[in-house]
């Protein structure tokens, strides 16, 4: 078994199906160890019932039934929910009082991957050393026996009655809707309809070789069809999906894609008129304009390690009631359970667009403006990847000033940085640059070049494209 796909916050690698030119990590065999590990993991350290949920991926059906296999025989009892975004496991987990909780999911990556998460008591997340020690039970082949049992449960009804007595939105919009052949097609549409939207739906059908496009609604290509339909049919925003449902992306009415920081902006300002003070947890990656603006409405910014587990165990640790990423992904402890929740996290920017008079993108006209890139994904192998980005770190703290909490961040000047870190999801370099104007990026962007460029490791597909293209 490679050692490596137990990654920071869940296990993720290539699987068996669809075939690739890439050596598979999962197969039914590898995952039902992990099956027989995560339920000797979870039923030692908080009992045996467990929900499980899945996505569509082509490699799932499989791997799910060599999962379930595996951890019946360490005695659990495991509740079926069938194919539901991995938001609405965590609810489950929360709501029904489950000792744990697995989604098997790669959330966003290529069709080529599937993955493991896997949550305890309350849908906390079981991630980093945590799961180090999910591995070692397989290395020591330390699995509980027992007699385990399957049942099923539709989980969706209690889902959207509980976001229904959240949520009530002040007028009807007419929204377009984009699951990205993910876990999240055959709910979104009766979701927000629920809510008194019109709603036009695109890419319902769950399809694991995902035909339309990529399921990560953080890359604004993917959002085209989306930004088309929302213009199209004079909708007043649209939103876009990933894979499981956990990430949400938001085109205006006039098919504008924001970064998912400007997203929590929104949601700030929103949960600061309730709660004063807050704290807003958000990664590393997030625009300087989201940390000021925090401030100036009088919350505390709080940057946090990137990674969906870190930030909902910040969270939990400061007791914040809000947080995001870059990537889209969306936490709401207020009235909540705290970890992320795209369908809940589009239902509140609705609640805001409702409340608002005008069009949506007039929400941002008093938002600083600068010039930045979208998250940059640099393939460099898993096995040097930590090591290259420990290198890149002490150059630059020795030269800027720099947040080394999750890579490095450097601080160039008070409006111009770049962050640059390894992916906890897939062998690339993650990097980031914001300057106040197109020419300041340019530089920036070729400061760090200059650094990258020593690591023939790396590819830098990206070096002679404009900043606008990424």
Same mark, same amino acid.
């Given at each position: 078994?490679?050692?490596?796909?137990?990654?920071?916050?869940?296990?993720?690698?290539? @699987?068996?199906?669809?075939?690739?030119?890439?050596?598979?990590?999962?197969?039914?065999?590898?995952?039902?160890?992990?099956?027989?590990?995560?339920?000797?993991?979870?039923?030692?350290?908080?009992?045996?019932?467990?929900?499980?949920?899945?996505?569509?991926?082509?490699?799932?059906?499989?791997?799910?039934?060599?999962?379930?296999?595996?951890?019946?025989?360490?005695?659990? #009892?495991?509740?079926?929910?069938?194919?539901?975004?991995?938001?609405?496991?965590?609810?489950?987990? /929360?709501?029904?009082?489950?000792?744990?909780?697995?989604?098997?999911?790669?959330?966003?990556? &290529?069709?080529?991957?599937?993955?493991?998460?896997?949550?305890?008591?309350? @849908?906390?997340?079981?991630?980093?050393?945590?799961?180090?020690?999910?591995?070692?039970?397989? #290395?020591?082949?330390?699995?509980?026996?027992?007699?385990?049992?399957?049942?099923?449960?539709?989980?969706?009804?209690?889902?959207?009655?509980?976001?229904?007595?959240?949520?009530?939105?002040?007028?009807?919009?007419?929204?377009?809707?984009?699951?990205?052949?993910?876990? @999240?097609?055959?709910?979104?549409?009766?979701?927000?309809?629920?809510?008194? /939207?019109?709603?036009?739906?695109?890419?319902?059908?769950?399809?694991?070789?995902? &035909?339309? +496009?990529?399921?990560?609604?953080?890359?604004?290509?993917?959002?085209?069809?989306?930004?088309?339909?929302?213009?199209?049919?004079?909708?007043?925003?649209?939103?876009?999906?990933?894979?499981?449902?956990?990430?949400?992306?938001?085109?205006?009415?006039?098919?504008?894609?924001?970064?998912?920081?400007?997203?929590?902006?929104?949601?700030?300002?929103?949960?600061?008129?309730?709660?004063?003070?807050?704290?807003?947890?958000?990664?590393?990656?997030?625009? #300087?304009?989201?940390?000021?603006?925090?401030?100036?409405?009088?919350?505390?910014?709080?940057?946090?390690?990137?990674? +969906?587990?870190?930030?909902?165990?910040?969270?939990?640790?400061?007791?914040?009631?809000?947080?995001?990423?870059?990537?889209?992904?969306?936490?709401?402890?207020?009235?909540?359970?705290?970890?992320?929740?795209?369908?809940?996290?589009?239902?509140?920017?609705?609640?805001?667009?409702?409340?608002?008079?005008?069009?949506?993108?007039?929400?941002?006209?008093?938002?600083?403006?600068?010039?930045?890139?979208?998250?940059?994904?640099?393939? /460099?192998?898993?096995?040097?990847?930590?090591?290259?980005?420990?290198?890149?770190?002490?150059?630059?703290?020795?030269?800027?000033? /720099?947040?080394?909490?999750?890579?490095?961040?450097?601080?160039?000047?008070?409006?111009?940085?770049? @962050?640059?870190?390894?992916?906890?999801?897939?062998?690339?370099?993650?990097?980031?640059?914001?300057?106040?104007? #197109?020419?300041?990026?340019?530089?920036?962007?070729?400061?760090?070049?200059?650094?990258?460029?020593?690591?023939?490791?790396?590819?830098?597909?990206?070096?002679?494209?404009?900043?606008?293209?990424?």
């Amino acid at each position: 078994m490679n050692s490596l796909i137990f990654r920071a916050y869940d296990i993720r690698g290539i @699987a068996h199906k669809p075939e690739s030119d890439k050596t598979p990590d999962l197969t039914p065999e590898t995952i039902e160890l992990i099956g027989k590990a995560s339920g000797t993991y979870i039923k030692r350290k908080f009992g045996p019932k467990i929900a499980l949920a899945y996505d569509c991926r082509l490699s799932t059906p499989e791997l799910r039934e060599a999962f379930i296999k595996g951890m019946i025989s360490t005695g659990c #009892q495991i509740t079926d929910i069938g194919m539901v975004p991995t938001p609405i496991m965590y609810f489950a987990v /929360c709501k029904f009082n489950f000792d744990g909780g697995v989604c098997i999911t790669a959330s966003h990556n &290529p069709k080529e991957y599937n993955g493991v998460k896997l949550v305890g008591k309350d @849908a906390h997340s079981i991630c980093g050393d945590d799961l180090q020690d999910v591995l070692a039970i397989i #290395q020591n082949e330390d699995y509980e026996t027992g007699e385990g049992s399957l049942e099923e449960l539709k989980i969706f009804p209690a889902y959207l009655g509980h976001i229904l007595d959240m949520i009530k939105i002040d007028k009807p919009l007419k929204i377009v809707v984009d699951a990205a052949n993910g876990a @999240a097609g055959p709910y979104i549409k009766p979701f927000f309809e629920a809510l008194g /939207c019109e709603v036009i739906a695109l890419y319902e059908e769950p399809d694991g070789s995902f &035909p339309n +496009h990529e399921a990560n609604p953080e890359k604004t290509a993917n959002m085209q069809d989306l930004a088309a339909a929302v213009k199209e049919n004079s909708a007043d925003l649209g939103f876009g999906f990933d894979g499981d449902g956990d990430r949400v992306g938001l085109v205006d009415e006039n098919g504008k894609h924001y970064n998912a920081d400007l997203l929590l902006l929104l949601l700030t300002r929103d949960l600061l008129t309730r709660k004063p003070g807050a704290k807003i947890v958000f990664d590393v990656k997030v625009s #300087q304009v989201l940390i000021d603006d925090i401030k100036k409405h009088g919350g505390e910014p709080v940057m946090s390690k990137t990674g +969906h587990s870190f930030i909902e165990k910040k969270m939990h640790e400061l007791h914040a009631p809000l947080g995001g990423e870059i990537s889209g992904h969306m936490f709401i402890a207020e009235n909540y359970y705290g970890f992320d929740d795209a369908m809940l996290a589009a239902a509140k920017l609705l609640k805001i667009a409702a409340a608002h008079e005008g069009p949506f993108s007039t929400l941002f006209d008093d938002v600083a403006k600068t010039a930045s890139t979208q998250e940059i994904k640099s393939p /460099c192998p898993d096995t040097e990847k930590f090591a290259i980005v420990e290198k890149i770190t002490a150059n630059f703290t020795s030269k800027y000033d /720099c947040i080394t909490i999750d890579g490095v961040r450097v601080n160039f000047d008070n409006e111009s940085w770049a @962050a640059v870190r390894s992916s906890n999801t897939s062998p690339n370099l993650t990097i980031r640059f914001e300057a106040p104007n #197109q020419e300041r990026l340019k530089e920036i962007m070729q400061i760090m070049l200059s650094e990258l460029e020593k690591y023939p490791e790396i590819d830098l597909w990206w070096k002679d494209k404009a900043p606008q293209e990424l």
